[in-house]
């Protein structure tokens, strides 16, 4: 039986066919390629990036509210504790080490939330500079919707500046008052006199102010921009929005810069004879050169 040129020809496609494999993504036999975990196969997209963004800056938002709360605390002074004259915010930062315990030794619970809250600086960091490499790779990848430049022109465009700024003051922060390094006056435990101690000194004290106008920037765009990558805009809301990221942003921007203020002012003065030797800071040493 003879084939004419036309049946040659077609079996020649059909087997060119077969032999490159299926064409599609559906064709593919199942297990034949592993696929991501969902959670780092939605980060590999430019949403799910900015889900993340949107997560760690709420958590950031928190820290950084709550931080500010805390620290409101110089300002009450002298109390008495347990029959000690101690300031309030050094038997502030005492209650935090002694946080879940005996559920978890002296001071664990602190890390855990100090490691949790770096984790998510880090992963912000990433979110940022890889949303950035895929707007530069492809085109401009837009938010859920469009964003209203009049509202947040300035702080939109120089998110990228604030952004390092504050993880740099942030590193300076953690050195100065956390682990003593840049602070010549530092006392383990002597919160109130640290301050004193650090923001006493001018150069320092225009440091903090200009990196808390940053950081008040920062937050002012950041707010305004997470209801957009989360999903949560309505135009009917876009005042609200706006209203929220402004006054959360002022009244970060105005606690944090009034401690430097004050302090140079001299409404925040560390006196020594105002306290008794206090057991906190005995307690904090001794836990800290336990093996």
């Known amino acids: 039986m003879c084939w004419s040129r036309s049946h040659a020809t077609n079996f020649w496609a059909m087997s060119q066919t077969l032999s490159r494999g299926p064409v599609s993504g559906t064709a593919v036999k199942a297990g034949s390629r592993r696929r991501k975990p969902f959670l780092l196969d939605l980060y590999g997209t430019a949403v799910g990036k900015k889900y993340v963004m949107a997560i760690t800056g ?73 949303l950035t490499v895929l707007n530069r790779k492809a085109r401009p990848v837009r938010y859920q919707s469009a964003r209203d430049y009049q509202v947040a022109s300035f702080a939109s465009r120089s998110m990228r500046w604030t952004g390092i700024l504050v993880v740099l003051f942030i590193a300076w922060h953690l050195a100065d008052l956390t682990w003593g390094w840049l602070n010549p006056d530092y006392v383990y435990g002597e919160v109130y006199r640290n301050i004193d101690a650090s923001l006493s000194r001018v150069p320092v004290a225009i440091l903090y102010i200009a990196a808390n106008i940053a950081l008040g920037i920062h937050l002012f765009h950041g707010m305004w921009s997470l209801f957009q990558s989360m999903g949560w805009n309505n135009p009917r809301f876009n005042k609200w929005r706006r209203s929220i990221a402004t006054g959360l942003a002022t009244v970060v921007v105005v606690g944090n810069v009034s401690f430097p203020i004050m302090t140079l002012a001299g409404v925040i003065e560390y006196d020594e004879t105002a306290v008794t030797h206090s057991a906190y800071v005995e307690a904090d040493v001794v836990e800290t050169e336990t093996p």
């Open 58 to 130: 709420i958590m950031g938002i928190g820290f950084v509210v709550g931080h500010m709360v805390g620290n409101l605390k110089v300002y009450l002074g002298v109390v008495e504790e347990n029959g000690e004259l101690v300031y309030d915010i050094d038997h502030y930062a005492h209650f935090l080490r002694e946080l879940l315990m005996p559920i978890l030794p002296y001071g664990y619970a602190l890390w855990i939330l100090r490691i949790g809250l770096i984790a998510a600086i880090v992963l912000h960091l990433h979110a940022a500079y890889s």
